[in-house]
């Protein structure tokens, strides 16, 4: 069972990479209204159709991968 999820977005604009780790424990308490934003566009767990149940069933996995067209970088995992 994973004991977090983490996001890594690249901004290709100033050149910088942020990461944020999100406990479980967190996402248990919290899950709805917890949104990546992916070049102005929000998106959450249930746009992916996914659940914290479902994350944690799956064990560690890629979630998203995301590049936009100027060179945005999101990857979600679950670890």
Same mark, same amino acid.
């Given at each position: 069972?994973? *004991? %977090?999820?983490?996001?890594? %977005?690249? *901004?290709?604009? /100033?050149?910088?990479?942020? @990461?944020? !780790?999100?406990?479980?424990?967190?996402? =248990? $308490?919290?899950?709805? +209204?917890?949104?990546? /934003? #992916? @070049? +102005? =566009?929000?998106? /959450?767990?249930? *746009?992916? =159709?996914? !659940?914290?149940?479902? $994350?944690?069933?799956?064990?560690?996995? $890629?979630? #998203? *991968?995301?590049?936009?067209?100027?060179?945005? =970088?999101? #990857?979600?995992?679950?670890?």
């Amino acid at each position: 069972m994973p *004991d %977090a999820v983490h996001v890594m %977005a690249f *901004d290709s604009k /100033d050149g910088r990479i942020v @990461n944020v !780790t999100i406990p479980f424990w967190l996402l =248990r $308490l919290k899950m709805r +209204g917890t949104t990546i /934003d #992916l @070049n +102005g =566009r929000s998106m /959450d767990l249930e *746009d992916l =159709r996914l !659940t914290v149940e479902d $994350l944690e069933r799956f064990g560690s996995i $890629l979630i #998203l *991968d995301h590049k936009s067209p100027d060179g945005e =970088r999101v #990857l979600v995992w679950s670890q």
